[in-house]
Protein backbone atom coordinates (compact mmCIF):
# COMPACT_ATOMS: atom_id res chain seq x y z
CA UNK A 1 0.00 0.00 0.00
CA UNK A 2 0.97 3.36 -0.73
CA UNK A 3 2.11 5.81 2.02
CA UNK A 4 2.13 9.45 2.64
CA UNK A 5 5.83 10.63 3.24
CA UNK A 6 7.10 13.52 4.93
CA UNK A 7 10.68 15.43 4.63
CA UNK A 8 12.08 18.40 5.76
CA UNK A 9 12.25 17.80 9.09
CA UNK A 10 15.60 18.82 11.62
CA UNK A 11 16.77 20.10 14.49
CA UNK A 12 16.49 23.93 14.84
CA UNK A 13 17.07 26.64 17.98
CA UNK A 14 14.33 28.53 19.38
CA UNK A 15 12.29 31.16 16.30
CA UNK A 16 13.80 29.65 13.46
CA UNK A 17 11.61 28.26 10.01
CA UNK A 18 11.39 24.82 8.51
CA UNK A 19 9.17 23.80 5.77
CA UNK A 20 7.71 20.05 5.63
CA UNK A 21 6.80 18.65 2.49
CA UNK A 22 4.43 15.49 1.94
CA UNK A 23 3.82 13.83 -1.18
CA UNK A 24 0.58 11.56 -1.22
CA UNK A 25 -1.16 8.76 -3.27
CA UNK A 26 -3.52 10.37 -5.87
CA UNK A 27 -6.43 8.66 -4.25
CA UNK A 28 -6.01 10.21 -1.04
CA UNK A 29 -5.06 13.66 -1.71
CA UNK A 30 -8.14 13.59 -4.73
CA UNK A 31 -10.82 12.51 -2.47
CA UNK A 32 -9.72 14.67 0.52
CA UNK A 33 -9.22 17.54 3.13
CA UNK A 34 -5.24 16.98 3.88
CA UNK A 35 -3.61 18.08 7.02
CA UNK A 36 -0.79 18.06 9.61
CA UNK A 37 -0.65 16.28 12.84
CA UNK A 38 1.85 16.29 15.24
CA UNK A 39 3.34 13.61 17.80
CA UNK A 40 5.50 15.34 20.81
CA UNK A 41 6.97 12.90 22.90
CA UNK A 42 4.75 11.03 24.88
CA UNK A 43 1.84 12.64 24.10
CA UNK A 44 -1.06 11.52 21.46
CA UNK A 45 -1.22 13.03 18.09
CA UNK A 46 -2.61 16.22 17.61
CA UNK A 47 -4.16 17.85 14.45
CA UNK A 48 -2.62 21.34 13.67
CA UNK A 49 -3.59 22.68 10.14
CA UNK A 50 -6.05 21.77 7.63
CA UNK A 51 -6.47 23.23 4.03
CA UNK A 52 -9.86 21.70 1.82
CA UNK A 53 -9.68 20.75 -1.56
CA UNK A 54 -10.51 24.47 -2.52
CA UNK A 55 -8.11 25.64 -0.72
CA UNK A 56 -9.60 27.26 2.49
CA UNK A 57 -7.17 26.33 5.45
CA UNK A 58 -7.50 26.27 8.89
CA UNK A 59 -5.29 26.19 12.47
CA UNK A 60 -5.01 24.99 15.70
CA UNK A 61 -4.79 27.85 18.10
CA UNK A 62 -1.02 26.70 19.34
CA UNK A 63 0.13 27.44 15.54
CA UNK A 64 -2.22 29.77 14.19
CA UNK A 65 0.02 32.74 12.49
CA UNK A 66 3.15 30.80 12.85
CA UNK A 67 2.42 28.42 11.23
CA UNK A 68 1.08 28.13 7.19
CA UNK A 69 -0.03 25.35 5.18
CA UNK A 70 -0.11 24.87 1.41
CA UNK A 71 -1.52 22.48 -1.35
CA UNK A 72 -0.05 21.68 -4.70
CA UNK A 73 -2.95 19.64 -6.56
CA UNK A 74 -0.73 19.08 -9.48
CA UNK A 75 1.80 17.21 -7.48
CA UNK A 76 -0.34 15.74 -4.79
CA UNK A 77 2.01 17.48 -2.12
CA UNK A 78 0.98 19.16 0.90
CA UNK A 79 3.86 21.84 2.54
CA UNK A 80 3.70 23.22 6.22
CA UNK A 81 5.54 26.16 6.45
CA UNK A 82 6.63 26.47 10.30
CA UNK A 83 8.14 30.32 11.07
CA UNK A 84 9.24 31.26 14.74
CA UNK A 85 9.40 27.58 16.17
CA UNK A 86 9.63 27.29 19.68
CA UNK A 87 10.47 24.13 22.12
CA UNK A 88 6.88 22.70 22.36
CA UNK A 89 7.15 22.51 18.86
CA UNK A 90 9.25 19.68 19.20
CA UNK A 91 7.67 16.45 17.64
CA UNK A 92 7.34 14.36 14.83
CA UNK A 93 5.09 15.45 12.28
CA UNK A 94 2.55 13.12 9.89
CA UNK A 95 0.29 14.41 7.00
CA UNK A 96 -2.54 13.13 6.66
CA UNK A 97 -6.15 13.27 5.39
CA UNK A 98 -8.80 15.43 7.70
CA UNK A 99 -10.70 14.20 9.52
CA UNK A 100 -8.69 11.77 11.11
CA UNK A 101 -11.27 9.17 10.77
CA UNK A 102 -10.18 9.37 7.02
CA UNK A 103 -6.97 9.11 7.65
CA UNK A 104 -4.75 6.91 5.29
CA UNK A 105 -1.97 4.50 6.93
CA UNK A 106 0.32 6.49 8.21
CA UNK A 107 3.67 7.52 7.47
CA UNK A 108 7.18 7.90 9.11
CA UNK A 109 6.56 11.26 9.68
CA UNK A 110 9.23 13.54 10.07
CA UNK A 111 10.54 14.75 13.07
CA UNK A 112 11.47 18.14 14.13
CA UNK A 113 13.39 18.96 17.50
CA UNK A 114 13.37 22.82 18.54
CA UNK A 115 15.79 23.84 21.35
CA UNK A 116 16.33 26.98 23.42
Known amino acids: QVQLVESGGGSVQTGASLRLSCVAP????????MGWYRQAPGDQREWLAL???????NYAKSVQGRFTIFRDNTKNMVDLQMEDLKPEDTGVYYC??????????WGQGTAVTVSS
Open 26 to 33: ESVFRDNH
Open 96 to 105: NAVPENRAHS
Open 51 to 57: ITRAGIT
